[in-house]
């Protein structure tokens, strides 16, 4: 594929979870995710390379679940 060409569609899901840990162990242990912690508190779940889902605590104005997150190409400026 050409260099220029953005990639478009699903990049990761993000879970807001009031209970974040017990989230990423249950998910870790469904779907054999490699579960490491970061600097900003988030839980970032890989497979392989890949960041597949990070974990967090929701704001108090956020809704918890399952959120995507998606690469709609590059910024036009």
């Known amino acids: 594929m050409p260099e220029d060409v953005p990639v478009k569609g699903l990049r990761r899901m993000e879970l807001r979870s009031n209970d974040p840990a017990g989230s990423a162990e249950h998910y870790r242990s469904l779907f054999g995710w490699i579960v490491m912690p970061a600097d900003d508190g ?36």
């Open 42 to 77: 988030t839980l970032r779940c890989w497979v392989g390379d890949r960041l597949a889902a990070l974990i967090r605590r929701p704001a108090d104005w956020e809704t918890p679940g399952w959120h995507p997150s998606s690469a709609a190409g590059r910024p036009r400026c």
